[in-house]
């Protein structure tokens, strides 16, 4: 399984970034997905994800209402478009595979049960 993570560049406050995973070796079908954000050596924090039945999201608190996780399935993408955005967004953005088949609704809600990572993308926000 590998995953690719493009999309981070410099924006200003209030711009848009749109960020897409790359996956191979993984069908969405099957898996649920994730976008993360570095926050410190040690943790990295649920930003997004995305039910492998495509049809449930769950969102940051703090993003919510700007943010907008999608998929292809044709593409094998994971998309996070980003809206809005604040200085406080900034920072290394990881996508995440959940390998475990759970239920087609299951959400991720942290970066402990992921079991594959992209190499990360930085998003830095000027104010």
């Known amino acids: 399984v590998q995953l690719q993570a493009f999309g981070g560049g410099l924006v200003q406050a209030g711009e848009s970034l749109r960020l897409s995973c790359q996956i191979s070796?993984?069908?969405?079908?099957?898996?649920?997905m994730g976008w993360f954000r570095q926050v410190s050596a040690n943790e990295r924090e649920i930003v997004s994800s995305i039910s492998s039945d495509g049809e449930h999201t769950y969102y940051a608190e703090s993003v919510e209402g700007r943010f907008t996780i999608s998929r292809d399935l044709d593409k094998n993408t994971v998309d996070l478009q980003m809206n809005n955005l604040k200085p406080e967004d900034a920072g290394v953005y990881y996508c995440?595979?959940?390998?475990?088949?759970?239920?087609?609704?299951?959400?991720?809600?942290?970066?402990?049960?992921?079991?594959?990572w992209g190499q990360g993308t930085l998003v830095t926000v000027s104010s």
């Open positions: 070796g993984l069908t969405l079908d099957f898996h649920a």
């Open positions: 995440g595979a959940d390998y475990t088949r759970h239920t087609t609704e299951y959400l991720p809600r942290g970066a402990s049960g992921m079991d594959y």
